[in-house]
């Protein structure tokens, strides 16, 4: 499955309109921050005094509730810049394939913090349609412009040359 996902142009298509489709979603949503009033104070505070509890009842990550309630409350205005900006830089590079990967990486990253936040949304959709682009690697951004992006930066940068 990796190798075919990898190397086949059946796969390249189909990881390319599921890229496509994700950078849409990812954009909208970003977008719709950026223009209109968002502040991800009121979800924060909900998420921090009513926690995902495991099957007895605990909080299920009581590390993440500490991290949102130390760091992340208290920088509450970087994290309203950050999250709209970064879901729009994530959705722009899965529409045009640029940094696929990374953008997936950046996706996974924002939809697993909300997931452990305790909103699940539609974060499990794009959690498995982000895993098939990384799994895919440089076969999901083929076409788009990491077919010149890549290379470019592989040639300049030495520790990303293949060996």
């Known amino acids: 499955m990796v190798i075919w ?7 390249m298509w189909i990881v390319t309109i599921l890229r496509i489709y994700l950078g849409f979603r990812w954009t ?8 209109g009033p968002f502040s991800a104070q009121d979800m924060l505070h909900g998420a921090v005094e ?13 590390w993440y509730t500490e991290f949102l309630d130390r760091f992340v409350i208290s920088n509450i205005e970087l994290f309203d ?19 696929t990967t990374a953008a997936a990486f950046f996706g996974l990253l924002m939809n697993f913090s909300y997931l452990l936040a305790g909103t699940v949304s539609i974060n499990p959709s794009f959690i498995l349609i982000q895993f098939f682009i990384l799994v895919a690697g440089f076969n999901a951004g083929k076409i788009g412009l990491d ?7 592989r040639k ?6 293949r060996s």
Request: aromatic share 14%.
């Open 147 to 153: 077919s010149w992006v890549v290379p470019f930066l």
């Open 50 to 62: 009513n926690p995902v509890l495991d099957d007895t009842g605990s909080n299920a990550y009581p």
């Open 5 to 11: 996902l990898r190397t086949s142009k059946i796969a």
């Open 81 to 99: 810049f950050i999250v709209p900006w970064g879901e729009l830089l994530v959705g722009s590079g899965l529409i045009f394939g640029t940094l």
């Open 28 to 35: 909208i949503s970003g977008w719709t921050k950026i223009v």
């Open 156 to 161: 300049k940068l030495p520790f990303l040359k």
